[in-house]
C-alpha cells in the first residue's frame, strides 16, 4: 500500500484510457462489417481513434496508412503515461521502449539488406522516436548500407553488440536480427533489477520470463517445423534465459526429433498445464493468452504499481494488433465466423 | 637617429652575378627590391628563371644537422663547394640504405606483433601447440566463440557431445580454445560449434611449444627487433656524428650559397647587346654605399649607379634606426608602434629619457631600484633581452628617486627624503583644496610635456611641409598657444597672482580655437585651391563644433591623465607600508622573511604595472601627438649581425 501515493496518479489516468479500449462487443461489430471504410467509420466513433482518424481523408483509407495511424495512437498513449510519470515510472517506460526500438532497427536492417527501392517509411514515427528514444531517425535513414546503419547508430546502446557483428564480416540480416533481439532481451532482463524493486520486480520478471520462455518455445517449434534446423542451431538462436522452463526441459524440447513429440513435452511446462493445450490451440495463441491472463492478474493483484501501467501497454498493443488483423480479414472478404477465429478468441 | 639612405642601381654581365655577391655584398647591409618592379622605366628586363642547385642539398643538410647530438658543434668551414655536395651524397647514401633496413625490421616487427596478438589469448592451454594438431585419431581446433554462445554450449550441448573444450582465456567478447574430437565426429561436432559461431584461428607458422612459451618467444623476437631498431637509430646517428664538424659547416656553407643564388629571384637580366647583364637595386645606407663605390671602383665588370632622384621613381626610402648604444633598447618601443617615416625625426631618445624618468618617479625606491639596475642589467648582458636593458636604465632612476622620496626597500627610516615624501607631503591650493604634492607635479610635469610633444609635432610638419599641421592643427601653433596659454593662466591663478584682462585671455583662447575650427577652409584658402566643399553649411557647423569639443576634451583628459604618475608614487609607498605592517615593523620585531616576499610582490606587481602605464603615457599621451610610425624597416638582404 505504500505505493498509493506515488502511483494514485498515474494509475487513475491509465484508468481513464483503458476505459477508451476497444470491447469484445465491439470486436464483433467490426468482424461483422463489409469494407475497410466501414471499419474507419466505425473506429472515428471510438474516442481513443476519433482524433487520429478524423485526419484521413477518404481517398487515403488504405490498410497501409490505417495501420501507421493506428500505430500513432499508441504512441500518443505512450507519451501521455510518459509525461505524467515521475522520474521512477519514466525510467521503467523507457526500457519498455527499447523493444519499439529493436523493432525500427530491424526493419532498417531488413531494408538496407535487401536494397529496396523506396526505402525508409518512417516519417510516421520519426516525431515519437525522436522525442523518447536514443534513436534518431534522421541519421538512419541515410545508410546507405549495412556499415553506414551501424556508425549511424553509433552513442546507442546498440552499437556496441551490432559493431562486433560487423567486424566479424560475413554477417548475415538473420545474424542482425538474432543479435539485436539477444541483445534487448539480455539487457532487459539485467536491467529490471535496477529500475524495479521489490514486488514490482517480482511482477516484471514474471511477465518478461514468462514472455521470454513463451517466445524460446515459439522459435523451438517454428525452427522445427517451418525451418527443419538442426539442435545447436536452435540452440543458437534462443535467448539465453530460462524462468519457468529448466534447461533439461528446454533440451528435451529442442533435441525431440518430431513435431508431436515437441507437444507432448510442451505439455509437460507449467504455461501448457494452466492453459489447456488440446482444444486446436497453436502454440502462437498460447503465447498470446499466456500473457494476457498473466498481465490481467498482475494488474489485479497489484493495482498500485508499475503493473497496471505494464498491463496497459500491452493491451494497447496487443488492440492494435487485433484490430490489424481484423482490417486485414476484412480486405479479403473473410466471413465474420472467420475473422473472430482469427482473432483467437482472447477477447471472450 | 635615422639613417639616411641611397637607392643603388648596380649592374654586370650575367655570369659575374654570383662573384659580385659573394666578393662585395655580402659586406654590407643593403635592402634588395624587386628590380623588375622597381625599375619600371627601363624596358626589356627579364627575370631570372634558374633553379637553386643548393636548396636540395640543404634541406638534406638542415636534417642530418638536426640528427647531431652537440648542436653547437664548431663548424669547420674550409671543404670546397664541391667537397660539401659529395659529403653531403655520401651521407644521404648511406642513410636512405638504413632507412630501408628500419622498413624491412619495422615490417616484421609488425608481424611478430600479429601473431603475439594470436596466440596470446590462449594462453591458458598447458599443452604445445603444433604437438596436438598433429594427433593421429583426435582432431584439435584452435579458435574463439562468443562468450554467449559458449555459454549455450556448456548448458545444453556439452553433455551431450563428444568433445572436450580447453579453455585457454576470454575476453569481453570472446572465449578462447581448442576442442578435441575423435576423427570420426569430427564433422558433426564441427557443424555444431559452426551453428554456435566458433570462430577458427589459424595459428602463426612461428609459434611453438605451449602458447605461453610461443608468446614468451615472440616476445622475446620483438624486443630483439626493437634493439636491432635501437642499433639502427644509433648507426644512424653514428653517420652524422661522424661527420659533425664537416656537416655543421656544410650547412652553413649552403644556406650562404642558397641565399646568395637567391639573390637572383630580386634580380633582372637584360640585354645589352650582345652580352646578358644582370641588374639589381636596392637601399644602402649612405656611409656604406660611398664605401662600396670605393671598393668597385676599380672592378670593371661591376658598374654602381647611386640613384638620387629616388623618391620619384622608387617611392620612400626604408628607415634604419641607429642611436648611441644606450638607448638602443628603447628602438623596441618604437618597433612595436611602427617605425618613423624618412623624413620623421626618430622618438627613441625622447622615448628613453621620458619613459625611464616616469618610471623613477612611479617607481621610487632606492632599494628596489638598485635590484632592476642589477637584474636586468645582467639579463641584458647574458642574454641580450632588450626589455631587461629597459628595465635597468629605468631601475636607475627609480634609484635616484627612491633617495628623493627617502624610501629604502619600504622603509622610510633609514634615508631621509632629499625632496618630499609622497604618502604625506600635502600642498594648499586655491579653489581646489588640500592635495597630494606629488599630484599637483605630476599635473604641471604633464602640462610641460605636452606642450613639448606639440612643438616636436609642428617641428614634424614643418620638415614635412604641411602648413594646415604646423599652423592650424590642434597640436600645431594655434593648439599650443591655446594650451599654453591655459596654462599660464592655471598658474597664474593658483599661484594666487593676478590674471589678465579679459580681452587678453578672450584673443589668447577665442582665436586659435576658430583656427583650429576652421583649419580646412582657410588651409584651402591660402593655398587656393578651389575645392567645393564637400557637405552643406549646416552639416560642415555641426561637425566642426563636435571636433572642437572633442578636442578640448582631449587637451582635459590628457592632462589629467598624468596624475597617475604621482598615483603611482603614493601607491608604491603605501603597498610597502602594508608589507611592512603584515611583517610586524610596528611591533618591534620584524618578519624578514615576509618582508624579503612583499618586497619582492611589489616589485614584481608594481614594476609590471608602471611599466605598462608608462607605456601607454608615452604611446596614447605623446606619440598621439607628435608620432606617425608610418615608415618601413630596414631589412637587409643579408644581416651581418646573424653571422
Redesign the interface.
Known amino acids: 500500500m505504500g505505493n498509493i501515493l506515488t502511483y494514485s496518479g498515474i494509475v487513475t489516468k491509465v484508468r481513464a484510457m483503458q476505459a477508451k479500449l476497444l470491447t469484445p462487443e465491439d470486436y464483433k461489430n467490426i468482424a461483422a462489417l463489409g469494407s475497410v471504410p466501414d471499419i474507419v467509420a466505425y473506429l472515428r466513433e471510438k474516442p481513443a481513434y476519433r482524433d487520429i482518424l478524423a485526419n484521413l481523408d477518404d481517398d487515403m483509407i488504405h490498410r497501409g496508412n490505417i495501420e501507421k495511424l493506428l500505430m500513432q495512437s499508441f504512441y500518443g498513449d505512450y507519451t501521455r503515461l510518459f509525461r505524467f510519470a515521475g522520474m521512477h515510472q519514466k525510467q521503467f517506460l523507457k526500457l519498455y521502449i527499447t523493444q519499439h526500438e529493436v523493432q525500427l532497427i530491424n526493419y532498417c536492417l531488413r531494408i538496407v539488406f535487401n536494397h529496396y527501392e523506396a526505402p525508409f517509411d518512417l516519417d510516421y514515427k520519426k516525431l515519437f522516436f525522436d522525442s523518447y528514444t536514443q534513436l534518431s531517425i534522421d541519421r538512419l535513414i541515410t545508410s546507405k548500407n549495412i556499415e553506414e546503419l551501424v556508425d549511424n547508430l553509433q552513442g546507442t546502446e546498440y552499437y556496441a553488440p551490432l559493431k562486433l557483428l560487423r567486424d566479424s564480416n560475413a554477417a548475415t540480416l538473420f545474424d542482425y536480427d538474432l543479435a539485436l533481439d539477444l541483445y534487448a532481451f539480455s539487457t532487459l532482463w539485467k536491467k529490471r533489477k535496477k529500475v524495479l524493486k521489490n514486488k514490482e520486480l517480482e511482477v516484471f520478471t514474471r511477465d518478461c520470463g514468462s514472455q521470454i520462455d513463451l517466445l524460446n518455445m515459439q522459435w523451438i517449434y517454428r525452427a522445427k517445423k517451418y525451418y527443419n534446423m538442426t539442435p545447436p542451431d536452435i540452440y543458437s538462436l534462443l535467448i539465453p534465459i530460462n524462468y519457468r522452463i529448466k534447461t533439461d526441459l528446454l533440451r528435451e524440447l529442442v533435441e525431440c526429433p518430431s513435431l508431436n513429440e515437441f507437444v507432448s513435452i510442451a505439455r509437460k511446462t507449467s504455461y501448457a498445464q494452466k492453459y489447456n493445450f488440446d482444444q486446436g490451440y497453436t502454440l502462437e495463441r498460447m503465447y498470446t493468452e499466456c500473457l494476457y491472463h498473466l498481465h490481467l492478474a498482475d494488474r489485479r493483484s497489484n493495482p498500485n504499481s508499475i503493473a497496471v501501467v505494464n498491463t496497459y501497454l500491452f493491451l494497447k498493443e496487443l488492440e492494435i494488433n487485433q484490430l490489424t488483423t481484423v482490417l486485414e480479414c476484412v480486405r479479403y472478404n473473410l466471413t465474420p465466423s472467420e475473422t473472430m477465429r482469427y482473432l483467437g478468441g482472447i477477447i471472450k | 637617429m635615422i639613417v639616411k639612405m641611397k637607392f643603388l642601381n648596380i649592374s654586370g654581365p650575367r655570369t659575374d652575378i654570383d662573384r659580385l655577391i659573394s666578393t662585395y655584398l655580402s659586406k654590407y647591409e643593403i635592402q634588395l627590391e624587386q628590380a623588375i618592379t622597381e625599375l619600371k622605366t627601363t624596358d626589356n628586363l627579364l627575370p631570372f628563371l634558374e633553379v637553386n642547385p643548393y636548396k636540395d642539398p640543404l634541406t638534406k643538410a638542415t636534417q642530418f644537422v638536426g640528427f647531431l647530438k652537440d648542436p653547437f658543434v664548431v663548424p669547420d668551414s674550409t671543404p670546397t663547394t664541391d667537397e660539401i655536395l659529395a659529403l653531403i651524397q655520401e651521407c644521404n647514401q648511406e642513410y636512405l640504405n638504413l632507412l630501408e633496413r628500419q622498413d624491412i625490421l619495422k615490417k616484421s616487427k609488425d608481424e611478430l606483433k600479429e601473431h603475439l596478438n594470436i596466440v596470446a589469448p590462449f594462453k591458458g592451454l598447458d599443452f604445445e601447440l603444433e604437438k596436438v594438431i598433429h594427433f593421429k585419431y583426435i582432431k584439435a581446433r584452435y579458435g574463439r566463440i ?1 562468450i ?2 559458449y ?3 556448456e ?3 556439452y553433455d ?1 557431445m563428444g568433445v572436450i573444450f580447453v579453455e585457454g582465456g576470454r575476453d569481453v ?1 570472446y572465449v578462447y580454445g581448442t576442442y578435441f574430437v575423435a576423427n570420426a565426429e569430427s564433422f558433426k561436432t564441427d ?3 559452426k ?3 566458433f ?1 577458427a584461428v589459424q595459428l602463426p607458422t612461428d609459434a611453438y611449444g605451449t602458447p605461453q612459451e610461443a608468446a614468451e618467444t615472440l616476445k622475446r623476437h620483438i624486443a630483439e627487433t626493437d634493439k636491432e631498431l635501437e642499433q639502427l637509430d644509433q648507426d644512424i646517428s653514428d653517420i652524422f656524428n661522424s661527420r659533425a664538424a664537416r656537416l655543421a659547416g656544410a650547412k652553413q656553407r649552403l644556406e650562404d650559397l642558397s641565399q646568395n643564388f637567391d639573390v637572383r629571384k630580386l634580380a633582372a637580366r637584360m640585354k645589352h647587346e650582345d652580352d646578358e647583364m644582370y641588374v639589381l637595386c636596392g637601399w644602402m645606407s649612405e656611409d656604406d654605399a660611398e664605401k662600396f663605390m670605393v671598393e668597385t671602383k676599380n672592378d670593371e665588370q661591376i658598374i654602381v649607379v647611386i640613384d638620387e632622384g629616388r623618391s620619384k621613381h622608387f617611392g620612400d626610402p626604408p628607415t634604419k634606426l641607429k642611436n648611441p648604444k644606450v638607448f638602443k633598447p628603447f628602438e623596441m618601443f618604437i618597433r612595436m608602434y611602427g617605425l618613423p617615416d624618412h623624413n620623421e625625426m626618430d622618438p627613441t631618445i625622447f622615448v628613453a629619457l621620458s619613459y625611464t624618468f616616469i618610471f623613477g618617479v612611479m617607481f621610487g625606491d632606492v632599494g628596489q631600484g638598485l635590484c632592476l639596475v642589477i637584474g636586468g642589467g645582467l639579463l641584458y648582458f647574458i642574454k641580450k633581452i632588450n626589455l631587461a636593458g629597459i628595465i635597468a636604465l629605468a631601475g636607475i632612476f627609480s634609484t635616484f628617486f627612491g633617495v628623493m622620496f627617502g624610501s629604502v626597500f619600504g622603509f622610510e627610516d633609514i634615508l631621509k627624503p632629499t625632496w618630499i615624501r609622497p604618502l604625506s607631503a600635502m600642498t594648499d591650493l586655491p579653489f581646489i583644496g588640500k592635495l597630494n604634492t606629488v599630484f599637483i607635479v605630476a599635473v604641471a610635469f604633464g602640462m610641460g610635456v605636452i606642450i613639448l610633444s606639440m612643438i616636436l609635432h609642428i617641428i614634424n610638419s614643418i620638415r614635412s611641409h604641411d602648413m594646415e599641421a604646423t599652423w592650424f592643427d590642434a597640436n600645431g601653433v594655434a593648439g599650443l598657444v591655446f594650451y599654453a596659454g591655459i596654462v599660464v593662466t592655471i598658474v597664474l591663478f593658483m599661484t594666487g597672482k593676478a590674471l589678465p584682462g579679459g580681452i587678453i585671455l578672450a584673443v589668447m583662447f577665442g582665436v586659435p580655437l576658430i583656427l583650429i575650427a576652421l583649419k580646412e577652409p582657410i588651409t584651402k584658402k591660402i593655398q587656393r585651391r578651389a575645392e567645393k566643399m564637400e557637405e552643406s553649411k549646416g552639416m560642415f557647423l555641426v561637425q566642426t563644433f563636435f571636433e572642437l569639443f572633442e578636442t578640448l576634451l582631449s587637451y582635459f583628459s590628457n592632462t589629467l591623465s598624468f596624475v597617475r604618475i604621482g598615483a603611482f608614487a603614493v601607491s608604491h609607498a603605501a603597498m610597502m607600508q602594508v608589507v611592512l605592517m603584515l611583517a610586524g615593523a610596528e611591533s618591534g620585531n620584524i618578519n624578514w622573511i615576509v618582508v624579503i616576499l612583499g618586497n619582492l610582490f611589489v616589485c614584481g606587481m608594481e614594476g609590471l604595472i608602471v611599466g605598462i602605464q608608462v607605456l601607454r603615457l608615452e604611446y596614447y599621451e605623446m606619440f598621439s601627438r607628435f608620432y606617425k610610425g608610418s615608415g618601413r624597416e630596414f631589412k637587409p638582404y643579408k644581416n651581418k649581425d646573424k653571422k
Open positions: 562468443p554467449d554462445f555459454k549455450k554450449l548448458k545444453y550441448l551431450s567478447n557443424t555444431t560449434l551453428a554456435l559461431h570462430d
